[in-house]
């Protein structure tokens, strides 16, 4: 059974940083890409961020590209963004999702997800 559990939400002030988890089990975690969503009540999910499988490759949303980095630890099965300069509008709840083999911007595209945790950002 596949699961995946984020965490490191919380409440953090405009231009404060946060740094979210996501750790994998059931699954080989170099067979997939690893991408982070989010998503506020009554809009649709949001890609943020994508990583490749072994890390070489990643992608960002326009929202948060040159603010937000992705990381990977295939050993420890690991996926993490790290996110600065966080604004309001950056209030979500930020999901982690794998797709085996390449990054997709598309949450359809993505296999896995995991329960999502929450970001508030105060202003």
């Known amino acids: 059974q596949v699961q995946l559990v984020e965490s490191g939400g919380g409440l953090v002030e405009s231009g404060g940083s946060l740094r979210l988890s996501c750790v994998a089990s059931?699954?080989?975690?170099?067979?997939?890409?690893m991408g982070w969503f989010r998503q506020v009540p009554g809009k649709e999910r949001e890609f943020v961020a994508g990583?490749?499988?072994?890390?070489?490759?990643?992608h960002f949303g326009d929202a948060v590209t040159g603010r937000f980095t992705i990381s990977r630890d295939n050993v420890n099965k690991s996926v993490f963004l790290q996110m600065n300069s966080l604004q309001p509008e950056g209030t979500a709840v930020y999901y982690c999702?794998?797709?085996?083999?390449?990054?997709?911007?598309?949450?359809?595209?993505?296999?896995?997800w995991g329960q999502g945790t929450q970001v508030t950002v105060s202003s």
């Open positions: 059931g699954l080989t975690l170099s067979d997939y890409a």
């Open positions: 990583i490749g499988r072994h890390g070489g490759s990643t």
């Open positions: 999702a794998a797709r085996y083999m390449g990054i997709s911007v598309s949450e359809s595209r993505y296999d896995y």
